[in-house]
């Protein structure tokens, strides 16, 4: 009823919705003064000077002030052979490498004054040129951003060989420029911070909003030169991260110092425009993909080249290259084929450093690959669905190993496919759009089906080299002398209800009803240590680990009762939070009050270690859980003005066993509706200077719930082999495919007229031009 | 993202009002609703000595209806115009341009004299109010002037209004029975500013017929009242109406443009 599978309420909506949760904007210290940075006007340029007015000087800090200090800068290298280090010093040192960098800190009683004074702060710059293109920030003799390098490559990474010998006669051959958009990750509440030194703890306290306390920590101690245990980094309450909240930040190094230099407790919230210009950027990337198939569709190789404008400077933890890397290695999507070769860059540009959002590459590569699926269909004749199907990775092949080595764990990947398409009712569509539309728009029809990996491990990461690698992922649990339990765990919880899945992963083990159930999370100062929540690990890891505890502690709870019911051990059983023997039983509570209060009632042989414990969690393979799903569309698109409406979106999704179906849907519809923002609305340009165009939210478009429609859910529920209850990590799928469906259904309607849109955000004027295209070039 | 110091106040009087404004030297701005102006205060694109809040003069607030005309006080909200009698002919067309502006949170507070005064090319009243043939009453310290709304907007975000001038009353003139009535805005999504827009007024029995052409980079067009609606709404004729402005040459803004031409006019004609 209430354990894994059930649909509750979340435990922490109460406080949540009511707008009782306590934020790092709802912090206020004694004493507390506010920062406000200073950040670079131009995206390039030397630092020749600073001129800061006398009256203002002691609230005016630079790296002038930080260096001498001690302060180091960030770097985040990758063990990956050629990968180029970047170091950037929190407050820009003798040069600026993108528009938005900051350059100076303020300090004031109030944000108006400290904004008041970053006004006055003038730097004099000598400006070079700016690499705003990735394309050509790669070409050689593109002035270099780090300027000891010999290019603007991070890395490179060649996967495969070539096989053009093995397709020379294939029939169909396909070759697509695919690009998408830089975007920015908007979370509700964006980043903020409070810093202070605890004289009793004698530690730097940091509250920030983070998905990764323990790792801010990690960094703040290099960049500091502190001991780990005189830092303490706290995760309040935090409205969304998305992967903005995954790495340690340049400002959190800047108010740490300062707090620690000045002895007040500082406070910096980011605003929308910092947020919008300064850092919080994703997703851009640029391919160039050949697909070979057979006359059936059946894909025989696919060939590809992709770039990723990974920005300024490399960072902390997940480096530069993570996400051009992973393209490689994710690009076959869920297919079988035999001959893949792909070649990736991590380019450095003058832009923001780009940051792991939610379905990091994932996204991409699928509206890549699901593009080329579309093409390769209208070359063969068929149905795109029909060579979606002739593709997929078959149930009986599961496990499956895939020509990158990822180890599919499990699934009917087809079904997801032919669920879908009965679902959105192909048949009915296509008869649609031969009776044409009373209003004149045309409607398409579009699918995508990816597998995503989640909660991949050491067996992965250590591979990187990057600063993090995730173990064993653990969990203290406490069962309290009245019989309540308390849950400590180093991830945060930002919006999953982990607040609640985990108390219904130990309600599932020992019974004990979920409002007696505590998640403390966030909290370096109390949980043990965690890489914390990024990678759709979560609930896979720590969820395991909740399961691990519980069952530890349910053997000791056992042993204590046989004692108390004079029963033998193996016929005592926990059931509904009692345990049982025969006739006799006793409740947790019970013998919790023994082992607290009257432990002179306990065996002889009592495990000292009473009614707590850590127990760390690994899968039986951490090379991460493989959720799937298709997703399909219809749309209406208005050819006069390029608008798009979507009429209907199924999602056919399979995560393993669901522990609360309403968070799995609550993921969905989220991811959805982010995905709805990538593949139609949101977009952060560069000018040619390299400044950014979308400072506002009036530029940045975002989905507002009357751009996201009714999404329909179809669950599948295979388990994974490998971990607890066979769950599987599914917080960022949702977001993976809708701009690939989209995109496909746009496609559909405008094949009509000849026209094929291929980049990201599909936009009123990318429809109109791709039209007015086919109107000059008639197709043959 | 927070403004500058600056004084506040809150006259009575609309003499009171114009004399503060007068005193300023351009460092003072008026305010009603702050939609627009208050994300502009925080951004520091605005940084005024002086703000006066112009929500408590009683000449502003008012809307009444005389016998060729709809007076609406300057600082009368989108929400109120949306929610009026919408039995009266030019009230219906006034609530139904109401309603389609941003959101109702933004209705709310943001009014149709702040609107004007604005003059965001892409914002409804702009381009609806020049379609109407509305006048606007502006009162200042040297006297009132009633100006047309086509005339009021000088460019994007430019007025004739002097620095010590308010809108005071936005008259519009009623519409006919039979009068036809179109406007069409194309927006990426709802509520947002428009890309393109267009507005068409069909008033037969008083011999007034109007195409106008909104969200532009400047003022809003007025299309050459003399030729038939459907030689106005031909792509042709909106790439010459455009070819002054920054959107020449544009081909999707010319496209959508026109499209909205044809639209509005389709509404009013069907």
Not at chain 1, 499 to 504: D, K, L, W
Not at chain 2, 8 to 15: C, E, H, N, R, S
Request: hydrophobic share 45%; glycine share 10%; with cysteine.
């Amino acid at each position: 009823m209430f354990g894994v599978g059930a649909r509750v309420r979340r435990k922490e909506d109460d406080r949540l919705l009511r707008g009782r949760g306590r934020f790092v904007a709802d912090i206020a210290l004694v004493g507390m003064r506010e920062l406000a940075f200073v950040r670079s006007p131009v995206a390039h340029a030397r630092i020749l000077s600073f001129d800061i007015p006398e009256q203002v000087r002691r609230q005016v800090f630079t790296w002038q002030d930080l260096e001498p200090a001690g302060v180091r800068p960030i770097r985040a290298a990758s063990g990956l052979p050629g990968f180029k280090v970047s170091e950037q010093p929190p407050l820009a040192a003798d040069k600026v490498r993108f528009a938005g960098e900051p350059i100076a800190v303020t300090v004031a009683a109030t944000r108006a004054e400290a904004e008041d004074i970053a006004s006055q702060v003038i730097a004099e710059f000598d400006e070079l040129p700016p690499n705003v293109d990735m394309l050509a920030a790669a070409a050689p003799g593109a002035p270099c951003v780090h300027e000891h390098w010999s290019d603007n490559i991070f890395l490179e990474t060649r996967v495969g060989q070539s096989f053009e010998k093995d397709v020379a006669a294939a029939p169909v051959r396909i070759s697509r420029s695919i690009r998408t958009q830089r975007q920015c990750i908007v979370p509700l509440e964006g980043k903020g911070l409070v810093a202070h030194w605890d004289r009793q703890a004698e530690q730097l306290v940091l509250y920030t909003a983070t998905q990764m306390p323990h790792i801010v920590r990690s960094g703040l101690s290099e960049c500091l030169g502190l001991p780990l245990e005189a830092i303490r980094v706290i995760a309040p309450d935090v409205g969304g991260g998305f992967g903005w909240k995954g790495l340690l930040q340049p400002e959190e190094v800047v108010a740490a110092w300062l707090c620690l230099h000045l002895g007040c407790p500082l406070r910096w919230m980011e605003d929308r425009r910092e947020h919008l210009v300064a850092a919080a950027n994703a997703r851009e990337h640029h391919y160039e993909i050949t697909a070979y198939a057979d006359a059936d569709g059946r894909l025989l190789g696919v060939d590809a080249d992709a770039w990723v404008d990974a920005g300024a400077y490399s960072i902390y933890p997940f480096s530069a290259c993570l996400e051009a890397a992973q393209v490689g290695s994710i690009l076959p999507g869920p297919y079988d084929f035999p001959h893949y070769r792909c070649r990736t860059f991590s380019v450095c540009t003058n832009k923001p450093p780009i940051v792991p959002f939610r379905g990091v590459a994932r996204a991409n590569v699928c509206f890549a690959m699901e593009q080329i699926i579309d093409a390769i269909a209208a070359a063969v004749g068929r149905e795109a669905w029909e060579v979606r199907l002739l593709n997929l990775v078959p149930p009986e092949k599961m496990p499956f190993d895939n020509i990158t080595g990822k180890h599919f764990d499990s699934g009917d990947y087809p079904e997801s496919l032919r669920r879908a398409v009965a679902g959105i009712d192909l048949a009915s569509v296509r008869r649609r759009q031969l009776q044409g539309e009373p209003d004149g728009r045309l409607v398409g029809v579009g699918f995508a089906t990816y597998c995503e990996q989640g909660a991949h491990g050491t067996a992965v990461y250590h591979g990187w080299g990057i600063p993090m690698v995730p173990g064993y992922e653990q969990v203290q649990a406490r069962i309290t002398a009245d019989g309540g339990l308390e849950l400590r765990a180093g991830i945060q919880s930002h919006g999953q209800g982990m607040e609640t899945s985990f108390a219904q992963v130990a309600h599932e083990v020992l019974g004990i009803p979920l409002e007696r159930i505590r998640l403390v999370h966030g909290d370096t100062g109390l949980t043990p240590y965690s890489t914390g929540t990024w990678g759709s690990r979560s609930m896979v890891m720590a969820g395991g680990a909740v399961a691990t505890a519980c069952r530890r502690l349910a053997d000791r709870l056992r042993r204590i009762a046989a004692h108390l019911l004079q029963a033998r051990l193996e016929d005592v059983t926990l059931s509904g939070g009692m345990l049982q023997s025969g006739q006799a039983d006793i409740t947790i509570a019970e013998i919790a009050r023994t082992w607290y209060l009257a432990p002179q009632l306990l065996p002889a042989d009592v495990d000292p270690g009473g009614l707590e414990i850590t127990a760390g969690y690994k899968p039986k393979s951490d090379h991460g859980t493989f959720s799937y799903a298709t997703h399909a569309a219809v749309v209406a698109v208005d050819a006069e003005v390029g608008l798009v409406e979507i009429l209907d979106y199924l999602v056919v999704e399979d995560a393993g066993t669901m522990v609360n179906p309403a968070i799995v849907e609550g993921q969905i519809f989220g991811g959805v509706a982010q995905g709805i923002g990538t593949a139609l609305y949101e977009c952060s340009p560069y000018d040619d200077a390299g400044q950014p165009m979308a400072s506002t939210l009036m530029d940045y478009l975002l989905p507002g719930f009357t751009e996201v429609p009714a999404i329909r859910i179809e669950h599948m529920e295979t388990p994974s082999p490998y971990t607890e209850f066979g769950v599987k990590g599914l917080g960022e799928g949702g977001v993976i495919a809708p701009s690939a469906v989209l995109c496909n259904a746009i496609n559909d309607a405008l094949k009509a007229r000849g026209a094929v849109v291929t980049d990201q955000p599909v936009t009123p004027a990318r429809i109109l031009a791709a039209l007015r295209n086919a109107r000059a070039e008639p197709p043959p | 993202m927070k403004p500058v110091d600056f004084d506040y106040v809150k006259p009575t009087t609309l003499a009171a009002a114009v004399d503060l404004l007068a005193q300023g030297n351009g460092s003072v701005k008026a305010v009603a609703g702050a939609q627009s102006l208050g994300p502009m205060l925080n951004l520091r694109l605005v940084q005024p000595e002086l703000l006066v809040d112009v929500t408590a003069i009683p000449e502003l607030l008012g809307t009444r209806e005389e016998a060729e005309r709809i007076v609406i006080g300057a600082g009368v909200t989108h929400a109120r115009l949306e929610d009026g009698d919408t039995s009266e002919r030019t009230q219906a067309v006034l609530a139904q341009i109401a309603s389609g502006i941003a959101y109702r949170a933004v209705r709310n507070r943001g009014t149709i004299g702040g609107s004007l005064a604005h003059a965001d090319p892409a914002a409804d009243w702009l381009v609806c109010t020049t379609a109407l043939g509305a006048e606007l009453l502006l009162v200042g310290t040297a006297g009132q002037r009633t100006v047309s709304a086509a005339e009021f907007v000088v460019g994007g975000f430019e007025t004739m209004l002097a620095p010590d001038e308010l809108i005071v009353e936005v008259r519009v003139p009623r519409l006919s029975a039979g009068s036809r009535w179109g406007y069409y805005k194309l927006c990426r999504k709802r509520g947002e500013f428009a890309d393109a827009s267009a507005a068409v007024l069909v008033d037969d029995a008083r011999g007034f017929y109007r195409c106008v052409i909104g969200a532009t980079s400047g003022r809003p067009i007025v299309l050459d009242d003399s030729r038939p609606l459907s030689e106005l709404a031909g792509a042709a004729a909106v790439a010459e109406a455009l070819s002054p402005t920054a959107l020449a040459g544009d081909a999707f803004a010319i496209q959508v443009h026109a499209a909205a031409v044809r639209r509005a006019v389709r509404a009013a004609t069907a």
